[in-house]
């Protein structure tokens, strides 16, 4: 039964990739396609089929049409759902990665303009803590109790953030 399996394929091995590529506009897909399908094929342990030119070809014919049509089948699940799925996710990512961008250089001009609203004071010893990265150490710096720095740089934190969030959303 293999022997006439295997004639046929042998025989008429360019003309079912044409029948491939018909279905799947694409030679690489095509070929993939046609193997999977004669690879399952030959895993079969019984065929229902009769052994001759005709009922292999329609068999093999159906089983590219099922195969490239069907999410449920194997090849669809391996090649052509992934290689979507992984375009799809790709697309996503650039379109998050657009939108991030834009969105953060309005976050950037919103805070630069709350920055450059704030008064003499609260700027200065922001930036003073900015520049050192402790609240110890801008009391150190400016000689003003730790306590007091620590309530003016958390007010003016709250300020900045409740002003830019209302701008965001507006």
Same mark, same amino acid.
């Given at each position: 039964?293999?022997?006439? #399996?295997?004639?046929?394929?042998? =025989? ?6 044409? /029948?491939?590529?018909?279905?799947? !506009? ?12 004669? $690879?399952?094929?030959?895993? !079969? %342990?019984?065929?229902?089929?009769? $052994? ?7 068999? /093999?014919?159906?089983? $590219? ?13 391996? +090649?052509? +759902? ?7 996710? %790709? ?10 961008? /834009?969105?953060?250089? !309005? #976050? ?13 004071? +609260?700027?200065?010893?922001? +930036? @003073?803590? #900015?520049?050192?990265?402790?609240? =110890? ?8 109790? $730790? ?13 900045? %953030?409740?002003?830019?969030? @209302?701008?965001?959303?507006?």
């Amino acid at each position: 039964m293999r022997i006439e #399996l295997d004639n046929y394929i042998t =025989k008429n091995y360019y003309q079912l990739l044409t /029948i491939s590529k018909k279905y799947t !506009k694409n030679d690489d897909w095509a070929k993939e396609l046609l193997h999977t399908v004669i $690879l399952q094929l030959y895993d !079969k %342990k019984e065929y229902n089929i009769k $052994l001759d030119d005709k009922s292999i070809k329609s068999y /093999i014919i159906r089983a $590219l049409m099922v195969n490239w049509c069907y999410p449920s089948s194997p090849f669809y699940r391996k +090649n052509k +759902n992934f290689g979507m799925q992984d375009i799809d996710i %790709k697309e996503a990512l650039n379109i998050i990665d657009e939108e991030s961008q /834009i969105e953060h250089h !309005k #976050l950037m001009e919103i805070l630069e303009m709350e920055y450059s609203e704030l008064d003499f004071f +609260n700027k200065n010893l922001f +930036n @003073k803590y #900015l520049v050192l990265g402790s609240l =110890k150490k801008v009391s150190v710096d400016t000689s003003i109790p $730790l306590r007091s720095v620590s309530r003016y740089i958390n007010d003016t934190k709250e300020i900045v %953030k409740e002003n830019t969030f @209302k701008k965001m959303n507006n």
